[in-house]
């Protein structure tokens, strides 16, 4: 859960909105799992409340909760991220 909640976290930080389109064959492929592990840490966050996810389409209701799911790793990532990718602003 933990490593699904980080990847989902990090896609949107570089996304507008909270939504995302993509199946659990490539989340499972982006994360090395098999796509049965994605399908149950989906179940899981969606019987949380933390997502919407049917047919490709992930809405994610409860950032913090998410965010609360994962490791401390995500603040690491996302810092590093932020430092080698950051964002611009239109002038």
Do not use: F
């Amino acid at each position: 859960d933990q490593q699904l909640c980080r990847w989902l976290l990090l896609s949107l930080d570089r996304l507008q909105g909270s939504d995302l389109v993509m199946t659990q064959e490539l989340i499972a492929n982006m994360l090395g799992v098999r796509r049965e592990g994605v399908t149950e840490g989906a179940l899981k966050l969606q019987q949380a409340g933390l997502i919407r996810y049917a047919r490709g389409h992930i809405s994610v209701l409860d950032r913090a909760g998410l965010e609360k799911r994962t490791c401390e790793c995500y603040a690491v990532v996302k810092s590093e991220y932020d430092r080698l990718l950051p964002a611009t602003t239109a002038t």
